[in-house]
């Protein structure tokens, strides 16, 4: 792609002008007002042209000018403009004396001289645009717009047209017709939007649609050309800058003089758009001299407007000569000269770039090899690219195997030692980032085993089944497969750069430079000789290595300045691309769990089982399982008792403490889990009390007690409530299933199917892809929350299966992986259960003889109290509660 070579310049662009005659005030004065256009031949000739075309070169300097020694320029220049000698220092008697002076200034006052070129590039909402109706097709387009278009219909406009453009919304904002070379400006309806689109019409039929980006975020700039308008101005940024010229004559005599002639001559030379052209206009402005009788020391002028282009290169020098007549004698004359020169460049460069592999096929050729080295027979060569780097950095489709040790590989060089199953080493070296190293065998065996070291320490340990699939680009830890067998990724090329000298003098090039993709080298010293003449050439070779296996784009820009043997240094550009875009679709699926805390969901501890080791527990969680009494599997002398049907799928469950206070009033379901207390802000005490209710007719269907401070053990079933955390101890851990979905293919890819498995139950995950289109590197993840018990034994195995397809119908790839979580037999079993029949019943006292009957009216002494708790006689057994309503709950419940 070649640059367009945009220089800013001076141009002085057209003037408009009219004489007005003023009556005469006296009789010996005369005035004469007006205004002129000094330039309507130029500004008529032919002005635009394609900006694609080579300039045509413009003459350095002109014949007895500035000590030229040149040849003179096609365009001859006007006779009579020789600057005058000085005039004697003591002027004969009769013989007058006249100065003219030239003048520029811009409409604030500044030199034309002075005046510098706007900022290039519009900023903004762009609120008006000026254009310039070049005609013409859209291959003379010039700009730097991405999203622009521009189609022709019937070979594009000629001759005046008809311009309708409209903005985004489809409002017109102009239409009117505009001859070539004619400036209109946009709005003169409504008001521009993010895009303007022109249609244009000659002869009645549409030629040409033109689209051009004016959004605060668009690239857009002066001069730039979009088919056959050219961006003149954007707002307050405009290239035509608006001057006025004055000419001021003066009587230096003693004598009074009537100015008889004021000839102006013009000669120019400019560049627009890459075209040069050049002419003379001459002009006698003495209709425009204000008075052309003056005493001495009186002076007179005459004006005229003009428009510079300050946004191209240019020449323009005004010459004049004033003539006048005194009463008697000899006439006198006098010259003056006012040159504007708009940044020229006096020295013209080309630079081109070009490109081949080893075949002679340009390099934006070069086909990609399919990427699988093991497709019909196996893999008898590998050849690995050494990158450093640790296991984090694999990309491949097998389960391989990398780890690392001691922080993993990260210097520039290391030692790579790579053994066969039976211990034949393949390869021992040492290799340097970005080097190549090959493991061949007339039979690779089935694993290859790799070590990794740095000043003698063990860096990482990895492994490449050959057995499975193995791909170019493929990484291994800190090794990347670039070859297998016959295939490869990295094609040597060689660029040549091609410099000519298109101008008309001789040149030095000074800078010879080529960046690519952030690397610069300097090509200056390659030069075999840096004194280059007209239309002489010099080439340099460069050769490199690309990967094909890749899509990429590798941009190469070469940039050359040389210097003239006087005036400003010249520049050219070149840019050159590559494109690689080899289309495999290859997907690589992931599974990563972790809990809350980040650890890894197969290496989470078991809690210790009892919840009193620091004494009584503040919080507790329960699941309710919804059963009986006879369901109790605990350690503690705590009471359960059922009412009714005992409890069924759901329970209202209302839980005070000992001051009768509120812990938790909740309705629950089979495996809800209720944490204690909960939003009551009460506090737990020694003993809990719980009563269920029935979620239908409101009746109690169980209650039961459980002491806080003694025999609490994880696991531990009262009644309806199995007990599943104690203060900081829980038995169900909230984990994260992370499933990574990664294109590591080398063409886009649009993931079709995204499932898991999990001990038989298969769910769907594909609907919860946030972007289901894989550029190539890129991820996207899935999450699943999940809750798993770690205080029974179990296996928890997930597999996730990935499809994806590639584009343009190719053949679609897949990966799976697979994650388990196993939890061990916990080291503190949960209590043993009691047992099955009632609670044993206290031992009878010692036998003893049986007491003599006493005499009938004999009352026994009292008996001591006993050391153990009082417990129910044995027999008979203990008389059964009342069955009146369910004892009252606390005055704060509400059931």
Not at 61 to 82: A, D, I, L, M, Q
Not at 413 to 423: H, K, M, Q, W
Not at 538 to 544: A, H, L, P, S, T
Not at 682 to 710: A, H, P, R, W, Y
Request: glycine share 8%.
């Amino acid at each position: 792609m070649r640059f367009g070579k945009q220089v800013l310049a001076f141009i002085i662009l057209g003037v408009s002008s009219a004489a007005t005659q003023v009556e005469e005030e006296n009789r010996e004065l005369g005035f004469a007002k007006a205004e002129w256009n000094f330039l309507a031949a130029i500004a008529a000739q032919d002005y635009g042209s394609s900006m694609t075309r080579p300039p045509t070169p413009r003459p350095t300097c002109r014949p007895g000018e500035y000590g030229c020694k040149e040849t003179p320029p096609p365009t001859s220049r006007p006779t009579g403009t020789k600057p005058p000698t000085d005039p004697p220092t003591d002027p004969p008697t009769g013989k007058c004396l006249v100065d003219v002076t030239i003048t520029c200034v811009n409409e604030d006052g500044d030199d034309c001289k002075e005046v510098p070129p706007p900022p290039g590039r519009c900023e903004g909402d762009i609120d008006t645009l000026s254009l310039t109706f070049l005609g013409g097709d859209c291959s003379q387009s010039a700009n730097t717009q991405e999203d622009d278009s521009c189609e022709d219909f019937l070979g594009g406009p000629s001759g005046r047209s008809r311009i309708l453009c409209t903005n985004q919304e489809g409002v017109p904002v102009f239409d009117e017709e505009v001859s070539i070379k004619e400036v209109f400006s946009i709005p003169t309806t409504g008001s521009l939007d993010d895009s303007l689109i022109c249609d244009i019409y000659s002869n009645g039929q549409k030629r040409q649609t033109v689209e051009i980006t004016t959004s605060d975020d668009a690239d857009l700039w002066l001069k730039d050309v979009y088919g056959s308008l050219q961006v003149e101005s954007c707002d307050d940024q405009n290239c035509l800058e608006s001057v006025e010229t004055t000419y001021t004559i003066e009587n230096i005599h003693t004598l009074p003089m009537e100015v008889t002639s004021l000839e102006r001559t013009i000669f120019y030379r400019r560049v627009i758009n890459g075209e040069s052209e050049g002419g003379t206009e001459t002009e006698d402005l003495i209709n425009l001299v204000e008075q052309t009788f003056l005493r001495p020391g009186e002076t007179t002028e005459a004006k005229e407007d003009g428009v510079i282009d300050l946004c191209v290169e240019g020449e323009y020098e005004t010459s004049v000569v004033v003539k006048a007549d005194p009463p008697e004698g000899v006439p006198c004359e006098d010259s003056d000269k006012y040159t504007i020169i708009t940044t020229p460049k006096d020295c013209r460069v080309n630079v081109e770039i070009t490109c081949e592999d080893d075949s002679g096929r340009d390099c934006d050729e070069v086909e990609t090899p399919p990427l699988q080295c093991n497709e019909v027979e196996g893999t008898n060569s590998i050849l690995f690219q050494y990158l450093s780097g640790g296991c984090d950095q694999s990309a491949n489709t097998q389960d391989d195997v990398c780890e690392d040790f001691n922080g993993g590989p990260s210097g520039a060089s290391g030692r790579v030692l790579c053994i066969s199953d039976n211990a034949v080493v393949l390869y021992d070296d040492v290799v340097s980032v970005g080097e190549m190293l090959t493991i061949s065998s007339s039979n690779l065996p089935d694993k290859i085993f790799c070590e990794i070291s740095e000043g003698g320490r063990k860096k990482q340990e990895l492994t490449i089944a050959t057995d499975e699939h193995v791909f170019l680009n493929d990484v291994y830890g800190s090794l990347q497969v670039k070859g297998c067998n016959d295939k490869d990724c990295m094609v040597p090329i060689t660029y040549t750069y091609t410099l000519e000298n298109v101008g008309q003098v001789p040149m030095t090039v000074t800078e010879f430079e080529r960046l690519r993709d952030g690397d610069k080298e300097d090509l200056l010293d390659k030069l075999d000789d840096k004194e280059v003449d007209v239309r002489e050439i010099r080439v340099v070779e460069e050769e490199d290595i690309i990967d094909v296996c890749v899509e990429s784009e590798i941009t190469t820009v070469t940039t050359v300045k040389a210097n003239p043997p006087e005036g400003v240094p010249c520049v050219d550009v070149y840019e050159y691309k590559i494109m690689t875009d080899p289309k495999e679709c290859r997907v690589d699926a992931t599974i990563t769990c972790t809990d809350e805390e980040g650890t890894n969901c197969d290496e989470i501890p078991t809690p210790d089982f009892n919840c009193n080791v620091d004494g009584c527990v503040d919080t507790v969680s329960f699941k309710y399982v919804g059963k009986s009494c006879d369901n109790d599997f605990n350690s503690q002398d705590g009471s359960c008792e059922d009412f009714g049907d005992g409890p069924g799928i759901s329970s209202r469950i209302v839980c005070v403490n000992e001051d009768n206070r509120v812990v938790l009033r909740e309705t629950v379901t089979i495996n809800d889990v209720i944490d204690i207390p909960g939003s009551s802000g009460n506090d737990l005490s020694e003993v809990l009390t719980c009563e269920l209710f029935d979620t239908g007719d409101g009746q109690k269907v169980q209650e039961l007690k459980i002491s806080m401070c003694e025999d609490l053990s994880l696991k531990s079933v009262y009644g309806s409530l199995e007990l599943e955390g104690c203060g900081e101890k829980d038995c169900l851990v909230d984990i994260t299933y992370l499933y990574a979905i990664e294109n590591v293919g080398t063409d886009v890819m649009e993931i079709t199917k995204v499932e898991i498995d999990r001990d038989g139950d298969i769910t769907d995950l594909l609907d919860r892809v946030g972007d289901k289109s894989l550029e190539v590197g890129e991820s996207t993840f899935v999450e699943e929350d999940d809750v798993i018990d770690i205080c029974v034994e179990s296996e928890i195995c997930t597999k996730l299966f990935v499809e994806a397809d590639p584009p343009l119908g190719g053949e679609p790839c897949f990966d799976d992986d697979e994650y388990k979580i196993i939890t061990d037999n916990p080291e503190t079993p949960p209590p043993t259960p009691p047992p099955t029949p009632p609670p044993t019943p206290p031992p009878t006292p010692p036998p003893t003889p049986p007491p003599t009957p006493p005499p009938t009216d004999f009352v026994p002494p009292p008996v001591d109290t006993p050391t153990f708790p009082p417990t129910p006689p044995p027999t008979p057994p203990p008389t059964p509660p009342p069955t009146p309503p369910p004892t009252p709950p606390p005055t704060d419940f509400v059931p």
